[in-house]
C-alpha cells in the first residue's frame, strides 16, 4: 500500500454517532444551574457578622489585653521595687581613655557577591565582611566598659582577567 492510499483510506474514516444516553449526560452537565427563588435571608446578629472579619484572634488578644490591664490597675502584680540610683561615672579624659582602651576586631562572616565592571578600574570582585568591633575601657576604680560595635564592609577587590 502506498501513502495516497493510507491517506485516502484515513480520510474515509468517520467517527461514530455517540449513544442517546452519552448525548443526555452531556447535555444535563451543561445545562444551567437552577435558578433559587428570591427567599428571606436570615438576618446575622453583630457578634456573628463581625467574629469571622475580626477572627478569633482578636477575640483572644483582646482578652489579653483586658486581663493585663485589669491585672495592672488593681494592683495584683504587687508594689513595684524601687528603681536603681544610677551615679554619673566620673569624667575621663582622652588621654585616660586612650591610655586604658583596647580594641579587638572579630571577623565573622565573609561573603562574595559576585562581579562589578568599574570602567576605567576594571573588573572587581564585591567581597562583604561583617564583623564585631570590641572596646574595653578601664577606669581608675577598675571599673570595666566594654562595648561591642557591629561592622559591615563592602571591599571590591581588583580581579584579572586573562
Not at 484515513?10 to 452537565?29: C, G, K, M, V, W
Not at 524601687?82 to 566620673?90: D, E, G, K, L, S
Amino acid at each position: 500500500m502506498n501513502d495516497p492510499d493510507f491517506e485516502n483510506q484515513l480520510r474515509s474514516i468517520q467517527p461514530s454517532r455517540p449513544t442517546r444516553s452519552l448525548e443526555e449526560r452531556i447535555a444535563r452537565d451543561l445545562a444551567p444551574a437552577p435558578v433559587v427563588s428570591a427567599g428571606v435571608i436570615p438576618k446575622k446578629s453583630l457578634l456573628e457578622s463581625l467574629l469571622p472579619a475580626f477572627g478569633w484572634a482578636g477575640v483572644g488578644a483582646a482578652t489579653a489585653v483586658v486581663v493585663m490591664l485589669s491585672l495592672n490597675l488593681t494592683g495584683a502584680i504587687g508594689p513595684q521595687p524601687p528603681a536603681p540610683q544610677i551615679n554619673p561615672a566620673p569624667a575621663v579624659t582622652k588621654a585616660e581613655s586612650a591610655e586604658n582602651a583596647t580594641v579587638r576586631s572579630e571577623v565573622v562572616d565573609a561573603s562574595e557577591e559576585g562581579f562589578v565592571d568599574n570602567g576605567a578600574q576594571g573588573v572587581s570582585r564585591v567581597v562583604r565582611y561583617n564583623s564585631i568591633e570590641r572596646r574595653k575601657w578601664t577606669d581608675a576604680s577598675g571599673a570595666i566598659t566594654l562595648v561591642e560595635i557591629p561592622r559591615e564592609d563592602v571591599v571590591l577587590v581588583p580581579a584579572s582577567v586573562q
